[in-house]
Nanobody, 118 residues
Framework: QVQVVESGGGLVRPGESLRLSCAAS???????????MAWYRQAPGKQRELVAG???????NYADSVKGRFTISKDNNRKTAYLQMNSLKPEDTAVYYC?????????WGQGTQVTVSS
């Protein structure tokens, strides 16, 4: 079973940047190439929402609230996906989760906290 591990969260000030990483373990490199990746977030008292996604071989999509500020990418050789977050705002504060979709099945990480505060 795929193991998904996020890292890179932390406390930053408004306007600063963070890069989150999502590593897939217990997976064969060639299989990872075909995986779809997505980042979600959940703020206190709110539902989990899609932030950004990358569909293998097809492209990326972003929530309107992060377009132009966040960039999702996937390094197949490292079996890792990234979420580069620039110009962070207090409303970006949430637990960020990575999801890997393989053959129609979803695998989630445990989440990493991002706090944006002055």
């Amino acid at each position: 079973q795929v193991q998904v591990v996020e890292s890179g969260g932390g406390l930053v000030r408004p306007g600063e940047s963070l890069r989150l990483s999502c590593a897939a373990s217990r997976t064969i490199l060639s299989v990872f190439w075909g995986d779809d990746m997505a980042w979600y977030r959940q703020a206190p008292g709110k539902q989990r929402e899609l932030v950004a996604g990358i569909i293998s071989g097809r492209g990326t999509n972003y929530a309107d609230s992060v377009k132009g500020r966040f960039t999702i990418s996937k390094d197949n050789n490292r079996k890792t996906a990234y979420l580069q977050m620039n110009s962070l705002k207090p409303e970006d504060t949430a637990v960020y989760y990575c999801k890997i979709t393989r053959s129609g099945k979803d695998y989630w990480g445990q989440g990493t906290q991002v706090t944006v505060s002055s």
